[in-house]
């Protein structure tokens, strides 16, 4: 079976300093991977999303950039954070049009 | 652009009540999907409904999606506690380009 796996799960960084946030997918080939930020416990908003190694879609232009090393690896990150970039940010992966979540990463910005 | 309006924003009932819930839009999609979400947790895919009119059953939850596959509605018979969570429909289209529209979701409370 499909497991994900994100770390950490809670994390308060200063502004300024970078993150680095990695997610994980065991038990498929080439998925479809995406990170999501969720403020107060509303909405999801797509940040990034990746049909394949190296190939990665922004959606919002903003402090934050992602990879994909690897073809199950997904990695978010910053060099500076801000004070904006506090929230839920889950990782999710498909192959069809279901997607599956991660357990998410806290993040506070201080 | 495709939007998803999910109503009502809050919820609150007592254990036993019936409640629904709806997503609705302007657009079609080719299918809807319903996911429940817990504090500190990631969404948990519910459902998924492809054909209009379709209505599918999971124990005391009854998923509908519209015939003309604009809206869809998610009823829970004799809510529990249990049930407390943010719930949250996402459409898909293929010319979308995997990408799922989401909803900004229904928090419902279930009081004991």
């Known amino acids: 079976s499909q497991t994900i796996h994100q770390w950490p799960a809670t994390l308060v960084q200063p502004v300024g300093s970078p993150l680095s946030l990695e997610c994980t997918v065991e038990?498929?080939?080439?998925?479809?991977l995406y990170w999501y930020r969720q403020a107060a416990g509303r909405g999801l908003q797509l940040l990034f999303y990746?049909?394949?190694?190296?190939?990665i879609s922004s959606e919002v232009p903003q402090n934050l950039s992602a990879s994909r090393p690897q073809d199950r690896q997904f990695i978010l990150s910053s060099k500076k954070l801000l004070l904006s970039d506090s929230g839920f940010y889950l990782c999710a992966w498909s192959i069809g049009y279901e997607q599956y979540f991660g357990p998410g990463t806290r993040l506070t910005v201080t | 652009t495709q939007l998803l309006e999910q109503s009502p924003q809050f919820l609150s009932i007592q254990e036993g009540e019936n409640l629904t819930v709806y997503c609705n839009s302007s657009s079609v999609f080719s299918s809807l999907q319903w996911y429940r979400q817990e504090p500190g947790e990631g969404p948990v895919l519910l459902v998924t409904v492809v054909t209009g009119g379709e209505v599918k059953k999971l124990k005391r939850l009854t998923f509908q999606f519209g015939d003309a596959r604009k809206d869809s509605s998610l009823h829970i018979t004799a809510a529990q506690p249990g049930d407390t969570g943010l719930y949250l429909c996402a459409g898909f289209n293929a010319g979308n380009n995997r990408k799922l529209i989401w909803g900004l979701g229904t928090s419902l409370a279930v009081n004991p």
């Open positions: 038990g498929t080939s080439n998925p479809n």
């Open positions: 990746s049909v394949g190694i190296g190939q």
